[in-house]
């Protein structure tokens, strides 16, 4: 089997951040920071468009199109789950309230599957300078899902060439014995 050679980050990679929009990775109940980080980040830029996006791990991708929009089914074919919709209207009406002040362009895009490949997908079909996650503050048992896992931010900065800005949501003190 021949090793299959991966473009690794550098220099003739790089996506050049004024005029590129950015993409975030948003999910349902997240605090506002992400996407007021963003929306900040974005009028830095020249009032570059923003692509917030919110991966479904409980759909899967049937088609992924140019766009970054993807057509996306249930995993169990056999049974119908439209909570999706709900999921993706509670998502935009937050997006629109938190985003009320911003006079920059933006969209939400709903995906499918992993969170880290469908953000990729989508940074690369918009051509983003940028992607943006909010840092998670685990509890314990989220955290060994994450040791397993590995947390998306994480994969992100290994297994594509674009810069991550991670948004914390919540800080420890450094005095503050840790839980591990």
């Given at each position: 089997?021949?090793l299959?050679?991966?473009?690794?980050?550098?220099?003739?990679r790089?996506?050049?951040?004024?005029?590129?929009?950015?993409?975030?990775?948003v999910?349902?109940?997240?605090?506002?920071?992400?996407?007021?980080?963003?929306?900040?980040?974005?009028?830095?830029?020249?009032?570059?468009?923003v692509?917030?996006a919110?991966?479904?791990?409980?759909?899967i991708?049937?088609?992924?199109y140019?766009?970054?929009?993807v057509?996306?089914?249930?995993?169990?074919?056999?049974?119908?789950?439209?909570?999706?919709e709900?999921?993706?209207?509670?998502?935009?009406?937050?997006?629109?309230?938190?985003?009320?002040g911003?006079?920059?362009?933006?969209?939400?895009?709903?995906?499918?599957?992993?969170?880290?490949?469908?953000?990729?997908?989508?940074?690369r079909?918009?051509?983003?300078?940028?992607?943006?996650?909010g840092?998670k503050?685990?509890?314990?048992?989220?955290?060994?899902?994450?040791?397993?896992?590995?947390?998306?931010?994480?994969?992100?900065?290994?297994?594509?060439?674009?810069?991550?800005?991670?948004?914390?949501?919540?800080?420890?003190?450094?005095?503050?014995?840790t839980?591990?």
């Open positions: 089997m021949a299959r050679h991966v473009p690794q980050p550098s220099p003739q790089m996506v050049p951040v004024p005029g590129h929009p950015l993409v975030v990775g999910v349902p109940g997240q605090p506002e920071l992400v996407a007021l980080t963003a929306a900040s980040w974005a009028e830095a830029l020249g009032g570059v468009k692509y917030f919110y991966s479904d791990p409980h759909r991708v049937d088609v992924e140019p766009d970054g929009t057509r996306h089914s249930g995993i169990d074919p056999d049974q119908a789950d439209d909570s999706w709900d999921r993706e209207r509670l998502i935009r009406s937050f997006l629109a309230e938190v985003l009320e911003h006079d920059g362009p933006w969209e939400f895009r709903y995906l499918a599957g992993r969170a880290d490949r469908a953000l990729t997908h989508l940074a079909a918009v051509d983003a300078s940028t992607i943006v996650v840092a503050h685990p509890s314990s048992t989220e955290r060994f899902r994450e040791f397993l896992a590995g947390s998306v931010a994480v994969r992100l900065t290994r297994h594509q060439h674009r810069p991550v800005l991670i948004v914390p949501l919540a800080v420890v003190d450094w005095k503050a014995p839980k591990w």
